[in-house]
């Protein structure tokens, strides 16, 4: 049974830093694509960025140069760091995870895992 098991959310100020975590479990990482996702209430969940089995990355354009996503094998886990913070990036998030690529790194449809969130909440 494949779990994603997402920690590192919280409080953090503009400009500041959170890193977060998506342990993986049940599968080795190596055969999927893991993605994080961030949804705001009552709004759609949009892709953040995707680390592929291939070692390849995509960020969607608000958080390019700010967020790095990466993946430890060893520690079966997801990294995403966030800096530059902004109040915009305050959401919810998600990792999800694939064992095909499909069409698009980040629809939602594509992915067959999900975690259940970690808020983050960028505040003065």
């Known amino acids: 049974q494949l779990q994603l098991v997402e920690s590192g959310g919280g409080l953090a100020q503009p400009g500041g830093s959170l890193r977060l975590s998506c342990a993986v479990s049940?599968?080795?990482?190596?055969?999927?694509?893991i993605t994080w996702f961030r949804q705001v209430p009552g709004k759609e969940r949009d892709g953040v960025s995707c680390?592929?089995?291939?070692?390849?990355?995509y960020y969607t354009e608000s958080v390019r140069g700010r967020f790095t996503i990466s993946r430890d094998k060893a520690e079966n886990t997801v990294y995403l760091q966030m800096n530059s913070l902004k109040a915009e990036d305050t959401a919810v998030y998600y990792c999800a995870a694939r064992v095909y690529s499909r069409w698009y790194w980040d629809y939602e449809s594509e992915y067959d895992y999900w975690g259940q969130g970690t808020q983050v909440t960028v505040s003065s």
């Open positions: 049940g599968v080795t990482l190596d055969d999927y694509d």
């Open positions: 680390s592929s089995r291939d070692g390849r990355t």
